[in-house]
């Protein structure tokens, strides 16, 4: 969102630039905005307010989850080519942190995943849901940042994350936190991260 913003902001600069120094003299009356600079710096600012309140709802609905989900990507996965093994389960590594004060026993997640016709093809199937179970943690600090690997069907060939989402936590005192429609407790990983990981 910044890049765009400042590509924007570029883009604006260079016509003002170009309308105040035209290359060739023409007969056309060229007229020069003072105020296009002003009121390009005045939409980045809302831009960047309207991104601000954008991360702050989405921390308002994050505090009521007792568990906040980090990050979530593909598992890196070995393929050796002219080889018949196994080259290996597909799984997701799921990052998170514990909010709810509590250790926590298992937790109950649902995953869109996108998936490939096969492993080298470039066609995507229509994307899948599954529900997954992670084991949980006894740690209860909540800056403290979690890692789990989730096992995927092998006969799946996922390509990507789409989104996951937490549905129910099994404490270890037995009590049990549940989402509900109002409230997302989830996370919809950011494409490029995966292709730089």
Known sequence: MKLSALLLFAGLASACVAQSNPAA???DNV???DQALSR????M???ARLKDLDRMMDRISRANCPVVLTSAWLAPR???VRSDQDPGGNGIDLEFQNASGKAIRSME???TILVKKSIYGLGYLPPVRLSLTAYGTRNIDSTFAELRRLSLPTEMHPARVESIRLEQVTFDDGSLWSSTADQYCGLTPDPMRSIAR
């Open 40 to 43: 390009a710096a005045a939409a």
């Open 25 to 27: 003299p023409s007969n």
């Open 109 to 111: 997640l649902s995953a």
């Open 31 to 33: 007229t020069v905005d």
């Open 45 to 47: 600012a809302a831009s």
């Open 78 to 80: 070995l393929q050796q």
